[in-house]
């Protein structure tokens, strides 16, 4: 087919579908791929209320993929997720075990955890100038000792408050779980913080050059420690969410979703070098990797062969979309 014979039909595509991010589209086309072949092991796999089923369990890694994606926009990683999240629960769960007080606090003190490990990922990236990988690993370690001293090795006894039940599997709109809609609220303000405000503007900059975005004017430091601290913030909130799930926490209930959210992330087409990317192509990706997951539950797939599958995934994005900023 000639190149004039493509151009034609390039020009008769809508206009959104020539502007859209090729992996985007990709991501939603292997959605749709995903579906059909879901279909063929399960009748109910098409069905409403399996798909609202299956986007509810995918709110709860969208809210994690969130924070996540916002460090990776950066050139960073964040590797403090699993004990984030599970420090999140945990710490929510124990503070309603402190009477009606204790109950009230209990969502923004496991919340205000994450953020505070976040904080400290952020120190040490963005003024010791240690590589995101060894902070946040190292900041992991150090979060899951301090769990495992808390509970004195066994499984955490504090079960989740009702308001945790509530948002993660009650009933705001009916038909609508509100996991989802808090899934939606934090997508939106992501959005927003990322194309209309200077904060956002500053995370792209830096994402694509560092110096260049520091000799701007751009206070590089201080944008580096805020988003490590919202996404240390996202992944305790996603916590406390799958502990209203389960009705309590559980100490390796983080381990799960740390190739997952990195993997959602480079799925939807954001460089793992930074400095491109959009969150639609993040919720594409969070779909996508749910309904893999769920596939492979169908399959009996031991969870050994999932990280297997997320590994080569995450490979094969870097190869199709890590080369494009490598000559920045």
């Known amino acids: 087919m000639s190149e004039t014979t493509l151009g034609g039909i390039a020009g008769r595509m809508p206009k959104f ?48 993929a969130t924070g996540m994606m916002l460090v990776i926009l950066l050139g960073q990683i964040d590797l403090s997720v699993p004990w984030s999240v599970a420090a999140g629960a ?29 904080i400290v990922n952020g120190i040490g990236v963005a003024y010791l100038r240690i590589p995101s990988m060894i902070i946040t690993l190292a900041t992991n370690a150090v979060a899951q000792g301090l ?18 039940r509530y ?21 939106i303000a992501m959005v927003f913080v990322l194309t209309r405000t200077g904060f956002g503007r500053a995370v792209y900059g830096i994402g694509n050059r560092e110096r260049a975005a520091y000799l701007s004017g751009i ?14 913030g996202l992944s305790a909130f996603g916590g406390v969410l799958l502990a209203g799930y389960a009705s309590k926490a559980a100490q390796s209930m983080g381990d799960a979703y740390l190739l997952p959210s990195i993997a959602a992330v480079v799925l939807g087409g954001t460089s793992i070098l930074g400095g491109r990317g ?5 919720v594409a990706g969070v ?21 297997i599958i997320y ?18």
């Open 278 to 282: 959009s969150y639609l192509g993040t």
């Open 90 to 118: 945990m710490m929510a769960c124990a503070a309603a075990a402190y009477g009606p007080a204790g109950v009230v606090l209990a969502i923004p003190f496991g919340i205000f955890c994450g953020v505070l490990i976040g």
């Open 17 to 64: 579908i020539r502007r859209a991010d090729p992996a985007v589209l990709t991501a939603f086309a292997c959605i749709v791929v995903l579906l059909l072949v879901g279909s063929l092991y399960s009748r109910s796999f098409l069905s409403p209320e399996y798909l609202l089923q299956q986007l509810k369990v995918a709110s709860f890694l969208g809210v994690i």
């Open 287 to 307: 779909i996508l990797i749910t309904l893999l997951q769920s596939i492979l539950s169908v399959m009996q797939m031991p969870e050994a062969g999932r990280q």
């Open 219 to 232: 206070d590089t430091r201080r944008v580096v420690m805020i988003a490590f601290a919202v996404s240390g």
């Open 147 to 164: 769990m495992v001293v808390y509970t004195g090795g066994f499984s955490p006894q504090d079960s989740a408050t009702g308001a945790m």
């Open 167 to 187: 948002l993660a599997t009650g009933f705001t709109i009916p038909g609508v779980p509100n996991a989802v809609i808090i899934w939606a609220l934090i997508g």
């Open 311 to 328: 590994g080569v995934v995450i490979v094969a994005m870097l190869l199709l979309y890590g080369r494009a900023p490598a000559s920045r």
